[in-house]
């Protein structure tokens, strides 16, 4: 037997959602009504409808006396039309079990206006909610409840804290005590980091990546002329002939013996750190943002010999940039960028790409003096440049 009162009540609260008086209310006399040609009154005009008029009429007298509907008929005393009544919405919500859209918008807008970070995105992420809700703007591209919302809000703080790699279901288990949790709101986060930092990523996994939240375990990759020690084992890489590559764990127990060159390269991209074959320089692939560890071997080298130069070899784009500049301040090291200049961008113009919205606008709140100049042409050229793109 279907349950008439629940069918037309669900109707005109759907009806109601989508019109203005769920958001902004109106002066004018708005009515959420179910005319008796819609589609839900099949039944009532059906060849047997016989068998559903009394049922209909029960339900919407019980709706009636629950002063939840009103309810018109014509001369004939068929049905002609269910109106919601607007006063009484809230007991309308609650007969049906149905959650108020209003009331979630007004409890998330509460959470939002109580956070006191200042961890970005989420003081930006929460400034913007709160001026689309109060302009009645949908945000359900970004929240579905309240109770997700404080997820999402928790999850962003603790991976800013995060400096080291650490493993998606590992992280998952220590901040949820579960270790699928965050794989289940892992979108709606990487959806807010992208919007509402300098990320510009599309890609889940390269966005969690720089929070230092990965999917294995990582590697650094280094070469050149260079001497190790790993647990009182020594290795020589010169001798070696080939690219090491040293778990998070190595680096713990890793010293530096020996510097056969006084130069030290970063590397952005693994393709590029794989291409370059220059022996003056010791080379070490960092993956996009550096973590605690790959900062320590950075930090190793620089005590052992103090002369050492240090340079940095990334994109040529804001992304690029702002590596650059996160690992001069996170190291305290004072790298120079190789190959990040306005000469390489004019050698390589056949490889440019153009720039987006998004790259113009954090070139031009970039305040780093070293690319001035090279941002200045990038803005005026509208370009920017890969690393990849670069023949080593």
Known sequence: MKKFDVLFLTKLVDKYERSVLSKSGSDRKVQIIIKSSDPILKNYWSEDSYLYRDQIH???????????????????N?????????????????FLKRINLKEEEKEIADFLSSLTTKVEPIASFAKAMIKRLQSYQSIATYVDNV???????????????????????????KIFNDSK???????????IIKDFSDIDEND?????????????????YIKGDISLKINEEEINLKRYGHELA??????NDLSVIDLGVKKVLTIENLTTFVAFNNSDFIVIYLGGFHNFVKRNLLKKIAIHDKSTEFYHFGDIDA?????FEDLVSKTGIQFKPYMMDTNTLKNYESNWTSLTVNDKKRLKENQCIIFKDVIDFMLKNNCKLEQEAIIL
């Open 319 to 323: 992304g690029g940039f702002l590596i």
């Open 58 to 76: 029960l339900s919407l007298d019980k709706l009636s006396k629950l002063n939840l509907v009103n309810v018109s008929y014509d001369f004939n």
């Open 204 to 220: 889940n996994d390269t966005i969690l990546e720089k929070y230092h939240i990965v999917k294995t375990p990582t590697f650094v």
């Open 78 to 94: 068929e049905l002609e039309t269910v109106a919601l009544n607007i006063e009484k919405i809230n007991e309308t919500y609650r």
């Open 147 to 173: 109770d997700n919302l404080k997820l999402y809000v928790y999850a962003i703080e603790e991976m800013a804290k995060l400096e080291e790699d650490t493993l998606k279901r590992n992280f998952s288990k």
């Open 246 to 251: 040293l778990s998070s764990m190595a680096m």
């Open 181 to 191: 949790t965050f794989e289940k709101v892992e979108g709606k986060i990487c959806k």
